[in-house]
């Protein structure tokens, strides 16, 4: 239906990841087909689209990272690269007949809520919409994070950010320069390392790592696979089992991590003869504090004759030279950023203006907040999918997508029942109420253990991170609780006073 040149659709998802993708599939398992899939690319994928740098592959096993209503028999490896799960998620959307609901090259640039009619105007690159309802799935590690060092403008050579990989440019004998040690950055270094010229990794702080158990899936296991489902299923099972059980370390009894820290010390020293490098390689804070990365390459890349490690953050720039904090300088043709995303400022907050006028940035100036992740006050019909507080230290992401998932679907039926024209919007009192509960958990977590990590935002509050089991999040995302909501009707229209003329005529 178009309502002054504008489609109106009973729900409009922005962004075509996992977290769109899955909202889609289970929108149209709930019977409901009037809605559209808003992306700003040309193509589906999200993090698995974007990030094609060399090396890039999941961290999670793939058997517990894809969708459990769509298990997928033939992942090649235990943990899979990134071709094949854009791969995957292109198949799951066709599928799933997902296709007709795609909007590609659709950026939504503003979305504003109408407290007359009880819709969303959206805003988007190709064209407006309104919606009953908005399904954000924006992902949290979407928008590149460029620190703004000086000089950066006036550097020569070739400049991208991990997640913006240039194939047309060249690595081979250059002089390149790696900024950051988080997940992107360790799969980047043993993959460019045997081509660059000289590779310079600047690491502000070591991370902890851990080593990847990754192997081919052998053609028997993916036969078992596909002819006995059940035995993909155990093996999901026992992925999944494995990491419930270390989720009370992270949360609970953080000085237990103690003897991960002395296996990730051994893997170490297995791969660094150097005591004085392995000095520098060794963290000072509290395994799972950053999150802990899985690599086998990364620690023997560092010892390569044409590597050079410089502890030290990027302080500066001066043409082709990169001047770090302790003053060391190295010139370079190419700088390669790993820093990481805009985690704690969600960038569509600044485009989503609520009931109030005021923005969800504005609202979220002293720290995101959502209920149950999902919800923010004074956002009627607005759910997350991967909001504040639902990110996790130690398991697959598609965990908890899915349990916000079933809230969606919840939500959906929620607002059929009460019928009409009828909006929800959280009680700021219940967003309040659950947001205390988190962040009280969170002061005995591993996460708040002193380290400086992108789970925490500039108050130094972790607004990312969810402080429990990924059963206990299913569980408290199963059903809307209507008490946690003001149902919001139309304003009654006035009634028109009838001018006196006309009631004398009536006479
Ligand atoms: C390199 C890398 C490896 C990772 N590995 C793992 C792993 O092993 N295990 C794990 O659990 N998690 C991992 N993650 C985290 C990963 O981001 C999530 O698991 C998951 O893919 C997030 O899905 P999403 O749909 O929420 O977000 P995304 O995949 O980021 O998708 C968001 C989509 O929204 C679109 N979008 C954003 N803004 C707008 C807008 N204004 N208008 C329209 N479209 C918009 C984007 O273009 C994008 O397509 C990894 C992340 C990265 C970067």
Known sequence: ??????????????????GGLGAAVRLRREGITDFVVLERADSVGGTWRDNTYPGCACDVPSHLYS??????????????GQPHIRAYLEHVTDTFGLRPHLRFNSEVQQLRWDPEALHWEVVTAAGDYTADVVVSATGPL??????????????????????????????????????????????????????????????????WVLPRFDRPVSAAERYLHTRLPATAALRRGVLWGIRELQVSNFTKRPERMRLVEKLSLTHLRRAVADPALRARLTPDYRIGCKRILLSNDYYPALTRPNVDLVSAGLTAIRGSTLVAADGTETEADAIVFGTGFRVTDMPIGERVTGADGRTLAEHWKGGMAALRGASAAGFPNLLFVIGPNTGLGNSSMILIIE?????????????????????????????????????????RTVWNAGCQSWYLDEHGRNTVVWPGTTAEFRRVTRRVDLAEYQVLRPPRAPRRAV?????????
């Open 1 to 18: 239906m178009a309502e002054h040149g504008r489609q109106h659709v009973r729900v409009a998802v922005i962004g075509s990841g996992f």
């Open 67 to 80: 969708f459990s209503f769509a298990p997928n028999p033939a992942w090649p490896r235990s943990f899979s």
């Open 499 to 507: 001018p006196a003329a006309a009631t004398e005529a009536a006479r």
């Open 403 to 443: 349990s916000q998932l079933n809230y969606l679907a919840d939500f959906m039926r929620q607002l059929d029942t009460l019928g009409g024209k009828a909006a929800l919007d959280a009680r700021p009192s219940a967003v309040n109420a659950w947001n205390r509960g988190l962040q009280r958990r969170m002061e």
């Open 142 to 207: 979407s928008d590149p994070r460029i620190p703004d060092v000086p000089g950066l403008d006036s550097f020569p050579g070739k400049v991208f950010h991990s997640s913006r990989w240039d194939h047309d440019y060249d690595l081979r004998g250059k002089r390149v320069a790696m900024i950051g040690t988080g997940a992107s950055a360790i799969q980047i270094v043993p993959a460019v390392q045997p081509e660059a010229g000289r590779l310079t990794l600047f690491q502000r702080t070591p991370p």
